[in-house]
Protein backbone atom coordinates (compact mmCIF):
# COMPACT_ATOMS: atom_id res chain seq x y z
CA UNK A 1 0.00 0.00 0.00
CA UNK A 2 2.90 2.32 0.79
CA UNK A 3 3.86 2.06 -3.26
CA UNK A 4 0.66 2.60 -4.18
CA UNK A 5 0.55 5.84 -1.57
CA UNK A 6 4.26 7.08 -3.12
CA UNK A 7 2.59 6.92 -6.76
CA UNK A 8 -0.29 8.38 -6.18
CA UNK A 9 1.24 11.32 -4.57
CA UNK A 10 4.27 11.82 -6.69
CA UNK A 11 1.40 11.64 -9.63
CA UNK A 12 -0.50 14.59 -7.78
CA UNK A 13 2.41 16.36 -7.00
CA UNK A 14 1.62 16.29 -3.13
CA UNK A 15 4.03 15.79 -0.28
CA UNK A 16 5.79 12.89 0.49
CA UNK A 17 4.75 13.51 4.23
CA UNK A 18 1.81 12.69 3.57
CA UNK A 19 2.35 9.09 3.02
CA UNK A 20 3.75 8.99 6.04
CA UNK A 21 0.63 10.37 8.04
CA UNK A 22 -1.45 8.02 5.83
CA UNK A 23 0.52 5.40 7.15
CA UNK A 24 0.15 5.86 10.22
CA UNK A 25 -3.30 6.73 10.30
CA UNK A 26 -3.60 3.18 8.62
CA UNK A 27 -1.13 1.45 11.49
CA UNK A 28 -3.04 3.00 14.25
CA UNK A 29 -6.18 2.40 12.82
CA UNK A 30 -5.36 -1.02 12.65
CA UNK A 31 -4.66 -1.26 16.27
CA UNK A 32 -8.14 -0.32 17.43
CA UNK A 33 -11.17 -2.59 17.79
CA UNK A 34 -12.93 -1.17 14.12
CA UNK A 35 -9.75 -2.04 12.09
CA UNK A 36 -9.97 -5.46 13.30
CA UNK A 37 -12.29 -6.53 10.37
CA UNK A 38 -9.50 -4.50 7.91
CA UNK A 39 -7.40 -7.06 8.68
CA UNK A 40 -9.20 -10.08 7.81
CA UNK A 41 -11.07 -8.62 4.66
CA UNK A 42 -8.51 -7.48 1.62
CA UNK A 43 -11.05 -4.97 0.30
CA UNK A 44 -12.11 -3.72 3.52
CA UNK A 45 -7.66 -3.29 4.21
CA UNK A 46 -7.81 -1.28 0.70
CA UNK A 47 -10.82 0.71 1.72
CA UNK A 48 -9.44 1.74 4.78
CA UNK A 49 -5.81 2.14 3.16
CA UNK A 50 -7.30 4.49 0.06
CA UNK A 51 -8.98 6.79 3.02
CA UNK A 52 -6.56 6.62 5.38
CA UNK A 53 -4.23 8.77 2.18
CA UNK A 54 -7.43 10.71 1.55
CA UNK A 55 -7.60 12.19 5.07
CA UNK A 56 -4.35 12.44 4.89
CA UNK A 57 -4.41 15.14 1.49
CA UNK A 58 -7.51 16.44 2.96
CA UNK A 59 -5.55 17.57 6.01
CA UNK A 60 -2.05 18.19 4.74
CA UNK A 61 -2.00 19.50 1.27
CA UNK A 62 -3.12 22.92 0.08
CA UNK A 63 -5.62 21.10 -2.51
CA UNK A 64 -7.80 18.38 -1.67
CA UNK A 65 -9.22 15.61 -3.81
CA UNK A 66 -12.85 14.99 -4.24
CA UNK A 67 -14.10 11.58 -2.73
CA UNK A 68 -14.66 10.70 -6.47
CA UNK A 69 -11.65 11.02 -7.49
CA UNK A 70 -10.42 8.35 -4.70
CA UNK A 71 -13.56 6.12 -5.76
CA UNK A 72 -11.83 6.56 -9.41
CA UNK A 73 -8.55 5.66 -8.48
CA UNK A 74 -10.17 2.31 -6.74
CA UNK A 75 -12.01 1.50 -9.89
CA UNK A 76 -15.15 2.53 -8.49
CA UNK A 77 -14.66 -0.71 -6.50
CA UNK A 78 -16.21 1.90 -3.39
CA UNK A 79 -18.25 4.91 -3.52
CA UNK A 80 -17.80 8.24 -2.51
CA UNK A 81 -20.17 7.06 -0.09
CA UNK A 82 -18.06 4.41 1.38
CA UNK A 83 -15.11 6.43 1.57
CA UNK A 84 -16.78 9.00 3.53
CA UNK A 85 -18.47 7.00 5.94
CA UNK A 86 -14.82 5.34 6.37
CA UNK A 87 -13.10 8.33 6.96
CA UNK A 88 -15.73 8.88 10.08
CA UNK A 89 -14.98 5.18 11.09
CA UNK A 90 -11.20 5.73 10.95
CA UNK A 91 -11.46 9.58 12.54
CA UNK A 92 -13.51 7.94 15.24
CA UNK A 93 -11.11 5.35 16.17
CA UNK A 94 -8.37 7.70 15.74
CA UNK A 95 -10.30 9.72 18.52
CA UNK A 96 -9.73 12.48 15.94
CA UNK A 97 -5.85 12.26 17.02
CA UNK A 98 -4.61 13.22 13.33
CA UNK A 99 -1.44 14.90 14.00
CA UNK A 100 1.39 12.63 14.15
CA UNK A 101 4.68 13.51 14.75
CA UNK A 102 6.89 12.23 11.66
CA UNK A 103 10.56 12.75 11.29
CA UNK A 104 10.26 15.60 8.80
CA UNK A 105 8.15 17.67 11.98
CA UNK A 106 10.99 16.77 14.04
CA UNK A 107 13.61 18.03 11.99
CA UNK A 108 12.07 21.69 10.75
CA UNK A 109 11.10 22.03 15.00
CA UNK A 110 14.80 21.28 15.47
CA UNK A 111 16.00 23.53 12.76
CA UNK A 112 14.17 26.30 14.67
CA UNK A 113 16.07 25.63 17.53
CA UNK A 114 19.80 25.61 15.97
CA UNK A 115 21.42 28.82 15.64
CA UNK A 116 22.60 29.06 11.98
CA UNK A 117 22.35 31.30 9.09
CA UNK A 118 19.73 31.45 6.65
CA UNK A 119 21.60 30.03 3.54
CA UNK A 120 22.51 26.57 5.67
CA UNK A 121 18.78 26.06 6.91
CA UNK A 122 17.47 26.89 3.13
CA UNK A 123 19.57 24.34 2.28
CA UNK A 124 18.83 22.11 4.68
CA UNK A 125 14.81 22.61 4.27
CA UNK A 126 15.13 21.85 0.81
CA UNK A 127 16.26 18.30 1.18
CA UNK A 128 13.46 16.23 0.66
CA UNK A 129 13.75 12.10 0.01
CA UNK A 130 12.93 10.98 -3.48
Known amino acids: MVTWFQQIVDHCGFDRESVLIAT ?7 MTKSGVPALHNKNTFQLVAMTCLYIAIKLFEPEVINPAIVSFLSE ?9 EMEMVILSALQWRVQPPTALAFVRHFLAL ?10 ITKLRPS
Do not use: A
Open 76 to 84: NLYSEKQIT
Open 24 to 30: SYLDRFL
Open 114 to 123: VDMDDTSRGI
